[in-house]
C-alpha cells in the first residue's frame, strides 16, 4: 500500500514501482498490457509477479488488527456486524475484555489502510465511502429474515422484492449492507489468507471504503448452492439466467473490466449512474 511512503505498509522496494497493465483513465492501451492485464483478473485468485506486498516489519499489527476484528465480530453477532460502525466498534473493542482495546498501531493501520488510493495496488472501481466513520443509520434499513443480512429501505429493498416476486424461494439475498468495519474484515481477511498479498485480496474484494455494499449494491445466489453462487458457475444457475432474462444484472463488475476486479456474477448494481 502508499503507506510504504509513510514507512508504514508495503514493502520499500515497492513503494517507488509503478504498476503496469491497469487501465484507470485510459481511453486507450497497448494490447500487451491489455493481454497482461485480463491475464491477471481471469486468475485472480493467484499471486503474480507484481503484485503489492505487505511490508513483513508491519505484518505483526496487521496480524493482530485482523484477530481482533474477528473477536469484534464474534461478540456482536454475523448480522449486527454487517452494520457496525467504526466509532461503535472501537468502544464495544475497548469495553470488552475479550476483544480488547485496539491498540494505537492498529488504529493507524486501519486508518492508513482506509484513506490510501487503492489504485496502488491494482483497486480502479470508485470510492463512495470518504470517511472512515461513515455510518450506516439503522433507520434507513431493514433486516432481511433468515439471512442475517440488511437492506436499505429505499436503494435496495424495492429492487429486492421485485425480485423474489418473479423467482420465489429459490433465489437468496448473500450479501447486502456492508458497514466500514464489515469491509475491513473481509479485505484483511483476504489479505491474511493470501500471505500478505494486497493486490491479490483487491481483485476479489474491495479494500475498505471501495466496496457499493455500503451504499445500496448487494448480491443474490440460488438456494442451496452454497459457496458456488460467488464462483462463475452461478452463472449456470435459473436465477442468473432468469435475472438476466429479466434486466435485473445491471452488473458493477462484468466480465473484462477495467477496474482491476474479477467477474461478479451475482452483484446487483443499484445506482445505474455510478
Known amino acids: 500500500m502508499g503507506i510504504g511512503?509513510?514507512?508504514?505498509?508495503?514493502?520499500?522496494?515497492?513503494?517507488?514501482?509503478?504498476?503496469?497493465?491497469y487501465f484507470a483513465g485510459k481511453?486507450?492501451?497497448?494490447?500487451?498490457?491489455?493481454?497482461?492485464?485480463l491475464q491477471k483478473i481471469h486468475n485472480f485468485n493467484k499471486p503474480h509477479d507484481d503484485d503489492v506486498l505487505l511490508n513483513h516489519e508491519q505484518y505483526a499489527t496487521f496480524e493482530s488488527t485482523v484477530l481482533r476484528l474477528r473477536r469484534l465480530q464474534k461478540l456482536v453477532g454475523h448480522g449486527n456486524f454487517n452494520i457496525l460502525n467504526f466509532t461503535d466498534g472501537l468502544a464495544l473493542a475497548r469495553n470488552y475484555s475479550r476483544v480488547g482495546k485496539f491498540t494505537k498501531q492498529e488504529l493507524q493501520f486501519m486508518e492508513l489502510t482506509f484513506y490510501e488510493d487503492g489504485e496502488l495496488y491494482g483497486f480502479l472501481g470508485q470510492k463512495p465511502l470518504k470517511e472512515i466513520t461513515d455510518q450506516v443509520k439503522k433507520k434507513d434499513v431493514i433486516k432481511i429474515p433468515r439471512s442475517g443480512n440488511y437492506l436499505y429501505k429505499e436503494r435496495s429493498i424495492e429492487i429486492f422484492d421485485d425480485i423474489k416476486k418473479e423467482l420465489g424461494d429459490q433465489v437468496i439475498l448473500t450479501s447486502g449492507i456492508r458497514s466500514v468495519m464489515k469491509q475491513f474484515l473481509l479485505?484483511?481477511?483476504?489479505?491474511?489468507?493470501?500471505?500478505?498479498?494486497l493486490s491479490l485480496a483487491s481483485r476479489s474484494l474491495a479494500p475498505p471504503g471501495y466496496s457499493f455494499h455500503g451504499n445500496g449494491d448487494f448480491d443474490v445466489g440460488q438456494k442451496g448452492y452454497g459457496k458456488l453462487n460467488f464462483t462463475g458457475t452461478f452463472t449456470?444457475?435459473?436465477v442468473y439466467k432468469r435475472l438476466s432474462e429479466m434486466g435485473y444484472l445491471q452488473l458493477r463488475y462484468p466480465a473484462d473490466n477495467k477496474l482491476g476486479v474479477r467477474y461478479e456474477p451475482w452483484h446487483i448494481k443499484i445506482n445505474t449512474n455510478v
Open 236 to 238: 449456470e444457475t435459473e
Open 5 to 21: 511512503f509513510v514507512g508504514f505498509g508495503i514493502a520499500p522496494e515497492i513503494s517507488a514501482k509503478t504498476i503496469h497493465g
Open 187 to 197: 479485505f484483511l481477511n483476504k489479505v491474511h489468507s493470501s500471505e500478505g498479498n
Open 27 to 37: 481511453k486507450a492501451y497497448p494490447e500487451d498490457e491489455l493481454k497482461d492485464y
